[in-house]
């Protein structure tokens, strides 16, 4: 569960040249159509998506974002010296940035932060909240689908590197193919003397996974239900919400969770002029989680042109941080 992430399921072509509404369309007719039927979850992120992942990020069940930001401050002072002074960071995804205040604390005279992320309204919003608190840092944010090309602005000639950092394990809502074609496009924007920082979700007990994916509180269901409300309200679809759940489990032999949101019964769905049929039970996958060992991690950098440098843990293992060097050919 991260922001601004990728198809559940393997890519669909993608037509920059599309506006962005008859895009989402287009993808929620071709998902909707799938046998079985999918959605891809980079379309969690409207303001009001944007604003419950935020919330789960803060709950009991969800560790990932605490046990990062735990690992992430005991070892920033390393980090820091592994990236070096007069860098740019690159963050894809970028949500609230919340673990970016830290980094950006901790760095030597960073020349800009370049945060990319799909919701505009919620980009903007923090990127000003980081203007605030570092105003000697040039912000300069990027309102893009980060899982197709997009270009940094200019930047100063006294940048030592560009620096990509992933946190949040949104690295695992690609299935491992499409992971390691990201993470190449990531090698090509941070170029030859380029880094990545890396935050990755390891493999675990699976009622520690199940347990974060379905919160008592059920904000992870707001969430995921959400997205059927979005495409009410952008699409003029009539998805009844009382006739949906939320589900997400850990799928062991594929080292991932899904989230699903099921059908209560038997039903048909119109999105504009189109009806789609749903039996008792059937789902639509909204997202996939994949979770990874750290030499899974380490050959799908090596895979995309990157060597890793330093592996950080928290004591149970639940987390790792990773930061990759650019290989040059």
């Known amino acids: 569960m991260s922001q601004n992430t990728a198809p559940s399921q393997e890519a669909r072509p993608q037509d920059n040249n599309l506006p962005e509404k008859e895009e989402f369309l287009r993808d929620v007719f071709a998902g909707l159509q799938e046998t079985p039927k999918s959605l891809p979850c980079k379309y969690f992120y409207d303001a009001k998506g944007s604003q419950l992942f935020d919330q789960i990020t803060?709950?009991?069940a969800y560790y990932p974002t605490r046990t990062e930001l735990g690992i992430l401050q005991q070892h920033l002072p390393q980090i820091a010296d592994i990236i070096g002074?007069?860098?740019?960071?690159v963050e894809p995804g970028s949500g609230s940035s919340l673990k970016t205040h830290l980094l950006l604390k901790a760095l030597y005279q960073p020349t800009a932060y370049i945060p990319v992320d799909i919701s505009e309204e919620h980009l903007h919003i923090a990127a000003q909240s980081l203007r605030q608190q570092f105003p000697h840092i040039a912000i300069s944010p990027i309102a893009a689908d980060y899982t197709k090309p997009f270009s940094l602005p200019p930047f100063p000639n006294t940048t030592q590197r560009i620096i990509a950092y992933y946190p949040g394990s949104t690295l695992g809502?690609?299935?491992?193919?499409?992971?390691?074609?990201?993470?190449?496009?990531?090698?090509?924007?941070?170029g030859a003397s380029g880094g990545l920082l890396l935050g990755v979700d390891r493999k675990k007990d699976k009622a520690?996974?199940?347990?974060?994916?379905?919160?008592?509180?059920g904000v992870t269901a707001?969430?995921?239900?959400?997205?059927?409300?979005?495409?009410?309200?952008?699409?003029?679809?009539?998805?009844?919400?009382?006739?949906?759940?939320?589900?997400?489990f850990y799928n062991e032999q594929e080292g991932r969770i899904e989230m699903h949101l099921r059908s209560k019964q038997e039903q048909i769905v119109h999105v504009q002029d189109h009806r789609?049929?749903?039996?008792?039970?059937?789902?639509?996958?909204?997202?996939?989680?994949?979770?990874?060992?750290?030499e899974e991690v380490q050959q799908l950098g090596q895979q995309a042109g990157f060597q890793q440098k330093c592996l950080w843990s928290d004591p149970q293992d639940y987390f790792s941080l990773y930061f990759f060097s650019a290989v040059t050919a």
């Open 58 to 60: 803060t709950l009991e």
């Open 85 to 89: 002074p007069n860098a740019i960071i």
């Open 173 to 190: 809502n690609f299935p491992p193919t499409q992971a390691i074609h990201f993470l190449s496009r990531l090698r090509e924007v941070v």
């Open 208 to 217: 520690v996974l199940e347990h974060a994916y379905n919160d008592p509180e």
């Open 222 to 248: 707001a969430f995921n239900l959400n997205l059927l409300v979005r495409i009410n309200q952008e699409l003029g679809a009539d998805f009844k919400l009382e006739q949906f759940a939320h589900d997400a």
């Open 276 to 294: 789609f049929a749903f039996a008792k039970d059937e789902t639509i996958c909204t997202e996939y989680s994949y979770k990874y060992s750290p």
